[in-house]
């Protein structure tokens, strides 16, 4: 089971490093667009990679965020009610949230799918096969479901959940 745990966390980490580089491809992205401007020169594309590099951030970035504890969640009911009670209410978020990501991760697969079988190309002069940056939608969709699913049964068994805050929880804890 500690191979496993490994694994995720692995994964967790890896899609998270992923994500980084994206941000920084973007950066690449807008200072290559910017010198061929002030050179007279055109870069074909450049805005177009520099939105597929952040829908890939966006989506890479979600498990990773979520065992960090940057993900939205309102605790103040959770702190407000009885351990056994915050247990059902983690179950029963981590269960729709886990539901959610599964059922999205299994139309963007057949998504990505259809965009491949009909060999769909975007609308801007890079002309990139739209299923190429919408499979890494799929991949961070499919690690985020993966992600709840594991801290659901970690709940489920455990009585925690996963998540490490690397903030400050503002609200009051009773």
Known sequence: ???LRKTLDFLYMAAGVLAALCLVAILALIVAQMVARWTGEI??????YAGYAMAAASFLAFANALNHGAHIRVSILLNAVPAGTRRLLEIW???????VAWYFTYYA?????????FNEVSQGQDAT?????QSVMVIGGGLLAIAL??????????????????????????
């Open 1 to 3: 089971m500690t191979d």
């Open 149 to 174: 699913t594991d801290n659901l049964l970690h709940v489920i068994f455990k009585g925690e959940h996963r998540i490490v805050r690397d903030t400050v929880d503002e609200t009051f804890e009773v």
């Open 129 to 133: 096969a739209l299923w190429i940056p």
């Open 109 to 117: 697969y057949w998504f990505v799918y259809w965009s491949w079988k």
């Open 93 to 99: 978020c981590f269960g729709l949230a886990a539901a």
């Open 43 to 48: 870069f074909p594309g450049a805005p177009d």
